[in-house]
């Protein structure tokens, strides 16, 4: 994280703006309003957009995978534009803990895949684009979504360093750290042969 510059109570204010938007589980939402069912009960019981598609709807996996980077992007933006760099950090953060523990669902949420390369977009877009195209590519070699994941957030910090933004590294490190952890049960299966493809319904 960088030096903070900004004032207690702004850190504060940009932390729970972060964390409101991150805790909105758009999957839920749209799965309820086109009537495609509960998401909990549906596939692996994720709010994200991978189990979206085990609904069958494309359309409302892409939205899903479209609001919840954008709610990422939207808090990191807001907080640099009328806070400074150093709070859009924290709400960047903050929206991705929001998506993981959202207080609406018992603090039982997504894996933030999508919301972590949305923050990362707004906070440098050429570290965004990187880890968006090395989820792409690993996911077109494995079709493997949580597989995609690791690969991406296993080289974001790699690609900060590459593309001269070691000011966020720290934060890419914390980031890394809770796809990890809340990957640890694909990891298990990914090492057993028995994790789903993109797609497939369970």
Request: hydrophobic share 55%.
């Amino acid at each position: 994280m960088p030096f903070m510059e900004t004032t207690t109570n702004l850190v504060i204010v940009a932390a729970v703006l972060g964390y409101l938007l991150g805790s909105i589980p758009f999957g839920m939402v749209l799965t309820r309003f086109l009537g495609l069912g509960n998401l909990r009960d549906i596939g692996s019981g994720n709010i994200g957009a991978t189990n979206v598609l085990r609904t069958g709807s494309k359309p409302a996996a892409a939205l899903t995978l479209l609001l919840d980077g954008g709610k990422g992007a939207v808090a990191v933006l807001i907080a640099r534009h009328f806070i400074g760099p150093d709070a859009a950090q924290v709400a960047g953060l903050c929206a991705f803990l929001g998506h993981l523990f959202p207080v609406w669902l018992g603090f039982k949420g997504g894996k933030g895949v999508a919301t972590f390369l949305g923050l990362l977009l707004a906070l440098a877009w050429p570290v965004g684009i990187a880890c968006c195209l090395t989820w792409l590519a690993t996911a077109m070699i494995t079709r493997i979504s949580s597989l995609s994941a690791l690969v991406a957030a296993a080289t974001s910090t790699v690609w900060m360093m590459v593309l001269g933004r070691p000011d966020i590294f720290v934060l890419g490190i914390i980031l890394t750290l809770l796809v990890y952890q809340r990957h640890w049960a694909n990891i298990a299966r990914i090492k057993a042969g028995t994790e789903p493809k993109i797609g497939k319904k369970s």
